[in-house]
């Protein structure tokens, strides 16, 4: 028996490993698998065309979210394409026998949302989807990354895919974040400054006293962005906070097998003198609140700060211009006062009652700005209905806001919730680039807070000055 | 369900000298509503290629003719973001077989290898040597040689060689996919989920 040290992310990989095949990948075994309507429909035509079952049909949850309308949920969705992948998800879960959370269902919602609240992610265990963000349930100690729909087809098909093991990184920030400065803040100001490829290659692990003091849901926050800077996933220790969270939901473990569970997830740390690739650290003190001003979530910068010269960026100067010149922003310009006509609050990045909460701290008592369309849209239906109970739904239709119905919305556009082109949003999603929010649309990621002061403002305006 | 094999690729080469193309790029989300595989291609880079109206964009390298062939040459971290299977099938369905980049993104390359389309990491000093070449002569030539590991840029003869582990570039050359192995040890796999806990 060795007893070297071992990294969180070793311990979790190392217990997944059902072979190891030399000069290749790992056989990798999965004990969730998370699908939606978009990235599953052609790996079940796979599995048709093999000849194949579904091998553990209850290790996997389908939820619709990516394709779905956030107004009406109650009528037929109107756009036929997308009528047909909600119904190709229903039957493909009903043939198979997979749990299946569709339109109108009150466990429905974004997917990366919907698993954690119901307790299905869970420590130590591995998570996929094809989707890049399931990086957010690594907020829980799981390895989570997203796949592409041939892995899909794999994990439907053997409970499996086929994965090297990613090299690892850990990111240490220490000290107190200050007024205003939430965990997208601290998310968006590491992927600003090691790029949007700076982690590709690596699994982060995410260490120090901002991450130990930070909610479920910031973490969660934190951990969805990995993908963001490139890293395969995030992970954070699990903790007293992580089994506050976790205890009672009803997919979590109950009774003596709670007990059980428990005390194998806090053996799940990384060990004293455990060896990392890469190892960065920051302090809490550099971060602001932080805003992205190009076309990928690298090109970020604090909210107080100007864009940055093309001659001081890591990356080259001609991709630097062309994405400034799709912003129609210049050099050196300053970021407080640019004038903005959308706001986006939602995704699974920041679709959760925090952020909610958040945001409804800034806009009480003001008005909604004349000049911005604001779609607010919940992660999840329970998300939905803590808004009402905690009266959010109150103090944010007194401000002139409405609140829509859960799902994956303006992040990626693929429904009608689409930024024209041309136009400025502050969005809380996780990325920036050309059309990713509508043909055209220019985005600009920043925290709820940010969100909240861009909308009761009409332009980007520094949250500290409101809060 | 097996891919074409892959073994020595011989072919002119596209040009998109862009930095973090991301997969939102390859393929825009609004055109992922299928429920089956096919017709992606028409898609690739949808809205640098194509107006609003539909018409081409004079500038963009795909509506260039002097520029064709199966192999795509990109910038550094290319195939970033999204982890849309489509991206690669849009590259697959169009008709390249070979992406050439200094840097991918991890999702990308492995929905490209599992699709059989080759990606080829090369340093970024050949990358712009490839790019030159390109720009001097859109008839010049790369032969990509998946047995030897190696890309080479004919008209000079200057070559690098790339990395593969041995398992994939097996599959490459025989055309095996992953999803077979893995049928192939299923009692194994059942093995293992009997002592997983939760």
Known sequence: MSNTP????????????????????????????????????????????????????????????HNTPTINQHLPVEDPLSANQLKALEENAAAHGISHWGLGNPKNGIVHVVGPENGITLPGMTVVCGDSHTS?????????????????????????????????????????????????????????????????????????????????????????????????GGMI??????????????????????????????????????????????NADEIEPQITYGTNPGLGTGI?????????????????KKSLAYMGFAEGEKLIGKKVDYVFLGSCTNGRIEDFRAFASIVKGRKKADNITAWLVPGSHVVEQQIKDEGILDIITAAGFQLRQPGCSACLAMNDDKIPAGKYAVSTSNRNFE????????????????????????????????? | MAYDKFNILKSTAVPLPIENVDTDQIIPARFLKATERKEFGDNLFRDWRYNTDGSPKAD????????????LVGGKNFGSGSSREHAAWAIYDYGFRCVVSSFFAD????????????????????????????????????EVNLPDQTITLLATGEKETFAIDGYKKHNMLNGFDDIDYLQAMKSEIQSFAKQMVL
């Open chain 1, 136 to 232: 957010t349930h690594g907020a829980f100690g799981a390895i989570a990354f997203g796949i592409g729909t041939s892995e899909v087809e794999m994990v439907l098909s053997s409970q499996c895919i086929m994965q090297a093991k990613a090299k690892k990184m850990r990111i240490n920030v220490n000290g107190k974040l200050g007024k205003g400065v939430t965990s997208k803040d601290v998310a968006l100001f590491i992927i600003s400054q090691i790029s949007a490829s700076g982690a590709t290659g690596y699994f982060v692990e995410y260490a120090g006293e901002v991450f130990e003091n930070m909610s479920m849901e910031g973490r969660m926050t934190v951990c969805n962005l990995s993908i963001e800077s490139g890293a395969r």
């Open chain 2, 107 to 142: 999702i990308f390359k492995n929905n490209t290898l599992n699709i059989g389309v080759l990606p080829v990491t090369v340093s970024p000093e050949f990358l712009v040597k490839i790019y030159a070449a390109l720009d001097a002569d859109p008839k010049t030539e790369l």
């Open chain 1, 6 to 65: 071992k990294t969180l992310f070793d311990k979790v990989w190392d217990a997944h490993v059902v072979r190891s095949i030399q000069d290749g990948p790992d056989v990798f075994f999965i004990d969730r698998h998370f699908i939606h309507e978009v990235t599953s429909p052609v790996a079940f035509l796979g599995l048709k065309n093999r000849g194949v079952k579904v091998m553990f049909p209850e290790k996997t949850f389908a939820t619709a979210d």
């Open chain 2, 60 to 71: 963009f390298v795909l509506n260039n003719s002097r520029y064709s062939g199966k192999i």
């Open chain 1, 304 to 320: 107080s700060q100007n864009i940055p010269f093309a001659s001081t960026v890591k990356d080259g100067e001609a991709s630097y």
């Open chain 1, 237 to 282: 220790a699990p903790d007293e906070t992580t089994f506050a969270y976790l205890k009672g939901k009803e997919k979590a473990p109950k009774g003596d097998a709670w007990d059980t569970a428990l005390e194998y997830w806090k053996t799940l740390k990384t060990d004293e003198g455990a060896q990392f690739d890469k190892e960065l650290n920051y």
């Open chain 1, 435 to 467: 059309g990713r929010q509508g043909p055209g649309s220019r985005t600009l990621l920043a925290s709820p807070f940010v969100a909240a002061a861009a909308a009761v403002t009409g332009m980007v305006t520094d949250p500290r000055d409101l809060l």
